[in-house]
C-alpha cells in the first residue's frame, strides 16, 4: 500500500503586489508517495526551486494547499509546528560552495541544526552524532576542524548531505545536487543518496532540469513549464509514452549514446501557442492510471486517441 507523504493542491506562489505580481507557479498538482524519489523536472526560471521552497516553508504561498502526512503546513502554524516540519524535511543545495558558510568548521555547520532545535542532551551525544554522520558520507573524523575551502566539489556536497541527514530528517529535497559537480563524482554523490534512502528510508524531491540525469533515480516525474505542472507519471510510462507535447520536447532533446541515431535525432520545439485555453479550460487529468497530464477536454479526447 502507497501512502501519500507530501501533496500539493491548487498551489499558486506568487511575489510582489498589484502591477508588479509575478505568478511563478500555479495550478500546481501533485502528490509523492512515502519511500520515492519524485523528481521534478523543467527548464531554469520554471519554478522548481521556488516550490521546493515552498514545501520547506521558506516561501510563502498565494492559494492551494500544501499537505504532509495529511496536514496543511503552508500558512500559519505554530512555533512548534515549524520546528519539527524544519527537521523533518532537509534541503540539499545546487552549490555546495555557496551554500556552506566558509568561515565556519565542519563540525559547526553539520552541528548547526542541532544546535538551533537543541537535538542532543549533552556534548558527547552531539560529537557522537557529528562523527557518525561524517563517516557515512565517506569523509573522516579529523576532517571536522578543517573549514570548507579545503574540500573540493564533491566532498563539499557530502558535507552538505551530512548536515542535512544529521537531522534524521523523513523526506529530503534535493536541489540540483550534482549539476555543480565534475562529471567524474557525480555518480559517487547520487549512489550516497540512493544508499541512504534505502538504509533510512527516505523520501526524495529530486529538481533537476535535465529529465537524462533523472531516469535512473527517480520513481515518478513531474513536469513543469513556466510555473504549470504538465505532466506526472512513472518514470518509464514518461519515458515510453509522453503526453504533453512539452514532455515530448524535452525527451526529443535527451541525448542519446550512438552516434549515428544522435545525428538523425529530430528535436521537437515546442509552441505553447497551440493550446487554446480560452474556453475550453485545462485541469490535471488522469489520463491512464498513475499518468496525470495538464490538457483540456478537446486535447484529452486528441490524446487518448493516440495513445
Ligand atoms: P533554476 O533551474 O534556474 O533554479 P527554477 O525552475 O528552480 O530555475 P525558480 O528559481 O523557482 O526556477 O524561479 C521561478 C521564477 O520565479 C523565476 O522567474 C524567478 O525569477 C522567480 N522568482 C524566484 N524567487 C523570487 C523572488 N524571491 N522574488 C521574485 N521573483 C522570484
Do not use: C
Not at 498565494?62 to 512548534?80: A, F, Q
Not at 541544526?113 to 549533552?122: E, M, P, S, V
Not at 571536522?144 to 523526506?171: C, N, W
Not at 544522435?262 to 485541469?283: A, G, I
Amino acid at each position: 500500500m502507497t501512502e501519500k507523504l507530501v501533496e500539493v493542491k491548487d498551489l499558486e506562489i506568487s511575489f510582489g503586489e498589484g502591477s508588479k505580481k509575478f505568478v511563478a507557479v500555479k495550478n500546481a498538482n501533485f502528490f509523492i508517495n512515502k519511500g520515492e524519489t519524485f523528481s521534478l523536472v523543467g527548464e531554469s526560471g520554471s519554478g522548481k526551486t521556488t516550490i521546493g521552497r515552498a514545501i520547506i516553508g521558506l516561501n510563502d504561498t498565494s492559494g492551494g494547499d500544501i499537505l504532509y502526512e495529511g496536514k496543511k503546513i503552508n500558512g500559519k502554524k505554530s512555533k512548534e509546528e515549524s520546528a519539527e516540519l524544519i527537521r523533518k524535511i532537509q534541503m540539499i543545495f545546487q552549490d555546495p560552495a555557496a551554500s556552506l558558510n566558509e568561515r565556519a568548521t565542519i563540525d559547526y555547520i553539520i552541528s548547526e541544526g542541532l544546535y538551533n532545535f537543541k537535538l542532543f542532551k549533552d556534548e558527547e551525544e552531539r560529537q557522537a552524532k557529528v562523527k557518525e554522520i561524517i563517516t557515512e558520507v565517506g569523509l573522516l573524523a579529523e576532517h571536522l576542524t578543517r573549514y570548507p575551502h579545503e574540500f573540493s566539489g564533491g566532498q563539499r556536497q557530502r558535507i552538505g548531505i551530512a548536515r542535512a541527514l544529521v537531522m534524521k530528517p523523513d523526506f529530503v529535497i534535493a536541489d540540483e545536487p550534482i549539476s555543480a559537480l565534475d562529471v567524474s563524482v557525480r555518480a559517487q554523490v547520487l549512489n550516497l543518496l540512493k544508499k541512504f534512502q534505502r538504509e533510512l528510508g527516505l523520501t526524495y524531491l529530486f529538481i533537476a532540469h535535465d529529465l537524462s540525469v533523472v531516469r535512473f533515480i527517480s520513481d515518478r516525474i513531474a513536469v513543469i513549464y513556466k510555473g504549470v505542472i504538465v505532466e506526472v507519471a512513472e518514470t518509464e510510462e514518461l519515458f515510453n509514452n509522453p503526453i504533453h507535447p512539452y514532455t515530448q520536447s524535452l525527451l526529443s532533446a535527451v541525448p542519446i549514446p550512438d552516434p549515428l541515431l544522435e545525428r538523425q535525432k529530430v528535436l521537437k520545439v515546442y509552441n505553447p501557442d497551440q493550446h487554446d485555453y480560452s474556453v475550453d479550460k485545462p485541469t490535471m487529468v488522469e489520463i491512464r492510471p498513475g499518468h496525470f497530464v495538464w490538457a483540456n477536454q478537446a486535447e484529452i479526447a486528441r490524446y487518448k486517441k493516440e495513445l
